[in-house]
T-cell receptor, first 115, second 113 residues
Framework: DGGITQSPKYLFRKEGQNVTLSCEQN?????MYWYRQDPGQGLRLIYY???????QKGDIAEGYSVSREKKESFPLTVTSAQKNPTAFYLC??????????????FGEGSRLTVL | AQSVTQLGSHVSVSEGALVLLRCNYS??????LFWYVQYPNQGLQLLLK??????LVKGINGFEAEFKKSETSFHLTKPSAHMSDAAEYFC???????????FGTGTRLLVSP
């Protein structure tokens, strides 16, 4: 089955530690995205990538970093510079060429709790 | 820049009652509009989408939404609520040429027996 796999589903870390969230897709989609979800705030875009080896900052990129070395993979690192990292993180992908603009397919999410 | 506003962070209905979740958009160009549903601790699933082909859009699980340009609205409805409809619903907008969705803050639907 095609889809998006995020891991781990739950993650606990101490303050000051960097953590990396994995996102893999086998949909052959061009674009990939990372969103952060907090209660009452909806989804906010962290980073997105439309092509391998290229990515752009979203609305809340500070304290995060990404890489796009392979089409199917888009890991997110939450660095110690992120002041409030506890949140639910969602990875998504979309087909750019020939697809409906903006239609996203989501993974199951990763819940990060910083102690 | 485009945006969406969802009125009501929580909506409560009884099982069998009409579901109405409100979404108003702001866009200077014709938008694409989406409704997504999220169950607890899961990702988002597409319910339906408006891409200018028809103003009344039917989606999965009996939901539908009507695009009203004069009211800049895209409200989500379902004639009869089921307990399994309890979830959070997000409205989102994008425009041609931009590959980013902008989400509303979400509406949590509560269904009571």
């Amino acid at each position: 089955d095609g889809g998006i796999t995020q891991s781990p589903k739950y993650l606990f870390r101490k303050e000051g530690q960097n953590v990396t969230l994995s996102c893999e897709q086998n949909l052959n989609h061009d674009a990939m995205y990372w969103y952060r979800q907090d209660p009452g705030q909806g989804l906010r875009l962290i980073y997105y990538s439309q092509i391998v080896n290229d990515f752009q900052k979203g609305d809340i990129a500070e304290g995060y970093s990404v890489s796009r070395e392979k089409k199917e993979s888009f890991p997110l690192t939450v660095t110690s510079a992120q002041k409030n990292p506890t949140a639910f993180y969602l990875c998504a992908s979309s087909q750019l060429a020939g697809g409906i603009t903006g239609e996203l397919f989501f993974g199951e999410g990763s819940r990060l709790t910083v102690l | 820049a485009q945006s969406v506003t969802q009125l009501g962070s929580h909506v409560s209905v009884s099982e069998g009652a009409l579901v109405l979740l409100r979404c108003n958009y702001s866009s200077s160009v014709p938008p694409y509009l989406f409704w997504y549903v999220q169950y607890p601790n899961q990702g988002l699933q597409l319910l339906l989408k408006y891409t200018s082909a028809a103003t009344l859009v039917k989606g999965i699980n009996g939901f539908e939404a009507e695009f009203k340009k004069s009211e800049t609205s895209f409200h989500l409805t379902k004639p009869s609520a089921h307990m399994s409809d309890a979830a959070e619903y997000f409205c989102a907008v994008s425009v041609t040429g931009f590959q980013k969705l902008v989400f509303g803050t979400g509406t949590r639907l509560l269904v009571s027996p």
